[in-house]
Nanobody, 121 residues
Framework: VQLQASGGGLVQAGGSLRLSCVAS????????MAWFRQAPEKGREFVGV????????RYAESVKGRFTISRDNAKNTVSLQMNSLKPEDTAVYYC???????????????WGQGTLVTVSS
């Protein structure tokens, strides 16, 4: 599975961005999909995850109510809608694919290259 993330950029605090991740090489509907992020000098942390059928989602407490993860299996795409962005959301965002629904990094075997989100205050 190859994952290509896009949609990052510079936005002011309070603004919105939508990240997209396109999967190729294998139909994405067989995989749990997730987003993680890594801020400068910090470890990679879980953001959100969506089940294969899109019916189950889970979010990190820090983004709950502001971010929404969704998927379109017909287009092999998973998205992350980010609203009410804060400077602390600044990070490189990575999409990931795995077979087990959960939040741990080691559940995900395939990773995209990352897209940078910068939120200015």
């Amino acid at each position: 599975v190859q994952l290509q993330a896009s949609g990052g950029g510079l936005v002011q605090a309070g603004g919105s961005l939508r990240l997209s991740c396109v999967a190729s090489g294998r139909t994405v509907n067989t995989n749990v999909m997730a987003w993680f992020r890594q801020a400068p000098e910090k470890g990679r942390e879980f953001v959100g995850v969506v089940s294969q059928d899109g019916l189950l989602t889970r979010y990190a407490e820090s983004v709950k109510g502001r971010f929404t993860i969704s998927r379109d299996n017909a287009k092999n795409t998973v998205s992350l809608q980010m609203n009410s962005l804060k400077p602390e959301d600044t990070a490189v965002y990575y999409c990931a694919a795995g077979l087990v629904f959960g939040t741990a990094r080691n559940l995900f075997n395939y990773w995209g290259q990352g897209t940078l989100v910068t939120v200015s205050s």
